[in-house]
């Protein structure tokens, strides 16, 4: 069973609009949350995180926002460039466990 | 700056081959992993290594070794390939395992089992 899922396997957005991806964790232990992107025959490179001390952390178009109490967390992208069109990977973490779990990805496209 | 660098890219083994992955980093940092990713499924990690000369388990690690001999190099190997062992396989180091701390990653191996 995945502790982390992100439920909307691909996502189209238009150029200049708000892109959103959902991730949903199931175990209450995690409190530390990171999205990855990845370009196709590329690794996944860090993109933004947040502590569960939080429920937002902003950097330029990236916002990140998080609800505890639903297990839920989002990354906002705005505007949406064609540049962003990627896999983005939800990833979590608890203090006292020393790796991630990943989602399975979401699936951008930012239409021209 | 080469960062983590995986060797080889692609590859196509028959069942029951062997084979080494080698991972590099140039960070200088203490903490690899090797992943797998597969359709519809996030990176699942199948060993990693706290520093030079340790390793450990992941959550998949059955049919896998590593070895971690100098810092900079973490290698996986496939000691008798199976079809289920298809999959891309990505490395990843970071400068510590603690937490929060961001991993960086190589541009994986994309590996095929007939």
């Known amino acids: 069973d995945q502790q982390v899922k992100q439920n909307s396997p691909s996502l189209s957005v238009q150029e200049g609009r708000i892109s959103i991806l959902n991730c949903d964790y199931t175990n209450s232990m995690f409190d530390y949350f990171l999205w990855y992107k990845k370009y196709p025959a590329e690794g996944p490179t860090f993109l933004i995180s947040i502590s569960s001390i939080k429920d937002k952390n902003e950097d330029g178009r990236f916002t990140v926002f998080l609800n505890k109490s639903a297990k839920h967390l989002s990354l906002h992208i705005v505007p949406s460039q064609p540049g962003d069109s990627a896999v983005y990977f939800c990833a979590a973490q608890h203090q006292g466990g020393q790796n991630f779990v990943f989602g399975p990805g979401t699936r951008l496209s930012v239409l021209p | 700056n080469a960062g983590v660098t995986q060797t080889p890219k692609f590859r196509v083994l028959k069942t029951g081959q062997s084979m080494t992955l080698l991972c590099a980093q140039d960070?200088?940092?203490?903490?690899m992993y090797w992943y797998r990713q597969d359709p519809g499924m996030g990176l699942r990690l199948i060993h990693y290594s706290v520093g030079e000369g340790t390793t450990a388990k992941g959550e998949v690690p059955d049919g896998y070794n590593v070895s971690r001999l100098k810092k900079q190099n973490f290698l996986l190997g496939l000691e008798s390939a199976a079809p289920s062992q298809t999959s891309v396989y990505f490395c990843a180091s970071s400068y510590e395992g603690r937490y929060g701390q961001p991993q960086h990653f190589g541009d994986g191996t994309r590996l095929s089992i007939l």
């Open positions: 960070m200088n940092h203490e903490y």
